[in-house]
């Protein structure tokens, strides 16, 4: 293990820049930190760099196993520990738990995605510019949840490296599959690379409930911004619209709330 007690360390420095997406998109790495996504990366054999730990988590017998867990995984990654109080430096966690580990960003490659998502004939879910980091992840862990494994996520939301999201996803991010992409990108690849999806989109302007449809199993769920909704690109290509029923004061659901429960469904319904 290195031993790092400056802050003007170089190792350190780098951590410290991976908080800007630009930075973490152009390394292909970005940082989790936390004992259950430290776990959780183990166990999916994600492509892990490095392991940083504050000096006192080695000193916690309750991190014994998870420490003896990456002795055993260990294959080819760098650690080391920071000392007098730098852990606090590379993590914007309030109260981080002393443990951290540089990952490698999965490389997805679209056109292998958009062949699986042809032959497996499963639902998918298209989040078009999500904004809030919390509202990211809590989306991406409950599709996770519910069986989807290919998420397409339109340019302008939220990254979803951000430790934020990372946080939220509860190491979901290391069991999904992601396309980035324009939002006529990723119609098109959905309407015609994929073998003709349908789509279902979220919105206020229709008098058809989510319960009241009968869904392919090639159903395309979009969930759309927090504040403006699905954009209109998407409604004018949607082959359903479909609304959650409002039958209190509130006008309105969270948009995390709101894709639950129309994931649910869906799945329940056809798989």
Not at 210 to 236: H, L, M, P
């Amino acid at each position: 293990m290195r031993i790092i007690d400056s802050k003007d360390n170089k190792t350190l420095r780098y951590l410290k820049k991976l908080e800007k997406s630009r930075f973490r998109n152009s390394e292909g790495v970005f940082l989790i930190e936390g004992s259950r996504i430290v776990d959780q990366a183990i166990e999916t054999q994600a492509d892990i760099k490095m392991i940083i730990y504050d000096e006192s988590y080695l000193n916690e017998p309750k991190n014994n196993e998870l420490i003896d867990k990456i002795n055993r995984f260990k294959l080819n990654f760098d650690e080391i520990v920071l000392k007098n109080g730098l852990f606090s430096k590379i993590t914007n966690t309030k109260n981080p738990q002393g443990i951290a580990a540089l990952c490698s960003i999965k490389e997805n490659n679209a056109s292998k995605i958009i062949e699986r998502t042809e032959r497996s004939e499963r639902p998918v879910l298209v989040l078009d510019r999500i904004q809030d980091p919390g509202n990211m992840g809590t989306i991406i862990r409950t599709a996770d949840a519910a069986g989807i494994k290919d998420v397409y996520i339109v340019r302008g939301s939220v990254d979803i490296y951000n430790d934020k999201v990372l946080r939220s996803t509860m190491g979901s991010i290391f069991t999904m599959n992601f396309i980035v992409a324009s939002e006529e990108e990723i119609i098109s690849m959905l309407k015609v690379n994929c073998g003709g999806y349908k789509i279902v989109t979220t919105s206020l302007d229709t008098d058809v409930y989510y319960n009241e449809v009968k869904y392919d199993r090639k159903t395309a769920i979009v969930i759309g911004n927090e504040g403006s909704g699905v954009s209109d690109g998407f409604v004018e290509s949607a082959d359903r619209l479909v609304k959650i029923p409002m039958r209190g004061e509130a006008e309105s659901l969270n948009v995390a709330v709101s894709a639950g429960i129309v994931i649910y469904h869906v799945l329940n319904e056809v798989i």
